[in-house]
């Protein structure tokens, strides 16, 4: 019989990684995509511990790039010619202060973290409808639930996410597609810390945004040494991946729990005047 397939984008590291091993110690056969294949190291050192270096299979992807997503597409078909899992997990964090977040920036961050995804799912779509099985695995963020300062572009594409995942969830309902929107709070990987030095690089030296742009770094700095662990996110990827009946959405870890409450216990108001508490702090 064969094996059921899962494909991962983002695999070179962070939660892509261990999301593709975990796929594959439950038997998927995993194709594990990257964008530079040279990073696959990590990655295959891993599965060979586990022993599940014969599942995975990596082939290069820049979600980016709309003609690799049509040939990974047909690839994927002629050689497989079925997809059990997508996880839509690539991503940047991009921030820095609105106004001055250049252009070049912005567009990352959307092409990144929403219209790869958006190009790559209706690729594999038609795969999906006529085995009238699968299911879309969607990276958001607790970044949807309260979109922060100093981080517009990073919360701008996963708001967007939401919106694409929502509404494709109902136009796939009745083709037996699931679509399903992972909210991580904050884990420990490197998206962070790539995260930070990107707005240290980018933030202008003369900016008015100086002190709010410091404190915005230093409470995210305080987030990320008190994140989770992020092996439990992807051992919850399996999990859903294997529920008949999947949620639209799952929140996971301590951030993420404690803004899905606050947002729905406190008057809006009260949120923004403790963030910009936050903000002016000496
Ligand atoms: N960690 C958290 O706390 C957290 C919280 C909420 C949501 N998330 C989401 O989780 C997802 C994975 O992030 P992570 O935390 O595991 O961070 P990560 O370790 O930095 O992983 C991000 C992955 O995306 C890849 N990527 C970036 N741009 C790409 C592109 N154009 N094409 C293909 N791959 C690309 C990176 O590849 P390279 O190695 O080539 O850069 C890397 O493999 C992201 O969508 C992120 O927004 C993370």
Redesign the pocket.
Known sequence: MQRSVAMV?????????LTVVELAKSGYLVIA????TR?QEPLLTLAEEQQVRERIQVWS????KRTQIIEIAEKLTETYQRLDVLVN?????IGGFNEEIREEDWRLSM???FF?VVFLTQAILPLMRQQQSGKIIN?????ERIAFPGYGP?SSS?FALEGFSESLRLELANYGVDVILI??????????T?GFTHIENTSPTDSPYQHPMKQVLSVGKLL?KQ?GQ?IDVAKKIVNISAKRKPRLRYAM?RGSMLAVILTGLLPWRWLEALIRWQLRKK
Not at 33 to 36: A, Y
Not at 61 to 64: G, N
Not at 139 to 143: A, F, I, N, Q, T
Request: proline fraction near 4%.
């Open positions: 984008t983002g695999a070179s590291s962070g939660f892509g990684l995509t990257m964008r530079d990073k992807l820049d979600v980016t997990n690539a991503g940047v964090s092409e990144t973290n790869g990276m958001s963020s607790v970044g990073y996963k909210e991580p709070g904050a884990y420990q990987t490197d998206i962070w790539k990320t994140a992020p870890g």
